[in-house]
C-alpha cells in the first residue's frame, strides 16, 4: 500500500506465502543496513543485517538483498507465518567513528506493517 | 541472559515537569543508544555513548534533553520542562562494540499531558 502522512504500508499475505518488504534509503555513503521486527509495545528486534560491499545475504527463513545503485534494500520472507506479524523497518548506518570506524548510529525508514492471515 | 531493560515502562507527567528514564544495558556492553519513536514512524537517534562519554549528542533536539552515562553502564535521559511533544516512546540500546549489532529495550511510554 501507500504511505500518506502518519499512515505505514501495509501488506498482507497468507500463511506459508513468501512476503516481501521493501525500502528506500536515503545517504550513499550508508555502510551498513540492518532489518529490524518490531511487535506491539516491544522495541525493534534485530533481523538481518548486510555491509554494502555485499548485494545478498541469508539467514533463516530471510534474505536481504542490497541494491546500492537505486539505493533499495529488500527483505524477504520465506514461508510466512502469523507470528510474523509486525512492523518492520529498515536501518541504515550514518557516521564514521574514529579511525573510519562505523558507530552505529541507525537512520530508520518508516517502516511497514505485515499482517499474516492464518 | 537479560536483556536491555528500562524504566519506568510508562511515565505521565505534567507539561513543564521534569522526568528521568532510565536504560540498564546489557551486562558488558560498552555502547549504548537512546532514540525516540514517535506514533507510527520509526525511531529517531538522540545520543550515543561509548563507556562513560557521549560520543554524539546530535540527535537530541535542544537543550531541555540531557543524558548521562556516569559510570559506563546505567544510562539515564533526562527532559527539562516537558512540553506536550515530547511524548514518544524512549528506546535504548546497547551493543557489545562500537557498531556491533544493537539490541534494544522494550522502550519508556512517556506522555506530556
Known amino acids: 500500500g501507500e504511505s500518506v502522512g502518519l499512515h505505514l504500508p501495509t501488506l498482507s499475505v497468507q500463511e506459508g506465502d513468501n512476503s516481501i518488504i521493501n525500502c528506500a534509503y536515503s545517504?550513499?555513503?550508508?555502510?551498513?543496513f540492518i532489518w529490524y521486527k518490531q511487535e506491539s509495545g516491544k522495541g525493534p528486534q534485530f533481523i538481518i543485517d548486510?555491509?554494502?560491499?555485499?548485494d545478498k545475504r541469508q539467514g533463516q527463513r530471510v534474505t536481504v538483498l542490497l541494491n546500492k545503485t537505486v539505493k533499495h534494500l529488500s527483505l524477504q520472507i520465506a514461508a510466512t507465518q502469523p507470528g510474523d506479524s509486525a512492523v518492520y523497518f529498515c536501518?541504515?548506518?550514518?557516521?564514521?567513528?574514529?579511525?573510519?570506524?562505523?558507530?552505529?548510529?541507525?537512520?530508520f525508514g518508516q517502516g511497514t506493517i505485515l499482517t499474516v492471515h492464518p | 541472559g537479560a536483556g536491555v531493560s528500562q524504566t519506568p515502562s510508562n511515565k505521565v507527567t505534567e507539561k513543564g515537569k521534569y522526568v528521568e528514564l532510565r536504560c540498564d544495558p546489557i551486562s558488558g556492553h560498552t555502547a549504548l543508544y537512546w532514540y525516540r519513536q514517535s506514533l507510527g514512524q520509526g525511531p529517531e537517534f538522540l545520543i550515543y555513548f561509548q563507556g562513560t562519554g557521549a560520543a554524539d549528542d546530535s540527535g537530541l533536539p535542544n537543550d531541555r534533553f540531557f543524558a548521562v552515562r556516569p559510570e559506563g553502564s546505567v544510562s539515564t535521559l533526562k527532559i527539562q520542562r516537558t512540553e506536550r511533544g515530547d511524548s514518544a516512546v524512549y528506546l535504548c540500546?546497547?551493543?557489545?562494540?562500537?557498531?556491533?549489532?544493537?539490541?534494544f529495550g522494550p522502550g519508556t511510554r512517556l506522555t506530556v499531558t
Open positions: 540500546a546497547s551493543s557489545s562494540q562500537q557498531g556491533g549489532e544493537q539490541y
Open positions: 545517504n550513499s555513503a550508508s555502510d551498513y
Open positions: 536501518a541504515e548506518n550514518i557516521g564514521q567513528g574514529p579511525g573510519g570506524t562505523s558507530y552505529g548510529k541507525l537512520t
Open positions: 548486510i555491509r554494502s560491499n555485499m
